[in-house]
Nanobody, 112 residues
Framework: QVQLVESGGGLVKPGGTLRLSCAASGLTLNEYAVGWFRQAPGKEREGLSCISGPEGSTYYSGSVKGRVTLSRDNAKNMVYLQMNNLKPEDTAMYYC?????WGQGTQVTVSS
């Protein structure tokens, strides 16, 4: 059974940084693509970034490209999303996804 647990969210000021973590269990992480998504109140869930399985190729959406870095630690079964220069519009619940499994999310709030 695949389980995903996100952490690392919080309240930061504009321009601040956060590193989100996604702990995966029940699978061999490097065999799967992993995606990060977010959903703000009243908005649709938005795909932000993903990393492919064995190849480890990464993709970033235009809304976060240049401010976000996705990385993966296969030994620890962890995926990270480093977010820099955060903006108020980045405020949302952030989720990781592997295959059809989602975590419970971690809240990111960017406010002065």
């Amino acid at each position: 059974q695949v389980q995903l647990v996100e952490s690392g969210g919080g309240l930061v000021k504009p321009g601040g940084t956060l590193r989100l973590s996604c702990a995966a269990s029940g699978l061999t992480l490097n065999e799967y693509a992993v995606g990060w998504f977010r959903q703000a109140p009243g908005k649709e869930r938005e795909g932000l970034s993903c990393i492919s399985g064995p190849e480890g190729s990464t993709y970033y959406s235009g809304s976060v490209k240049g401010r976000v870095t996705l990385s993966r630690d296969n030994a620890k079964n962890m995926v990270y999303l480093q977010m820099n220069n955060l903006k108020p519009e980045d405020t949302a619940m952030y989720y990781c996804r592997i295959d059809n499994s989602w975590g419970q999310g971690t809240q990111v709030t960017v406010s002065s």
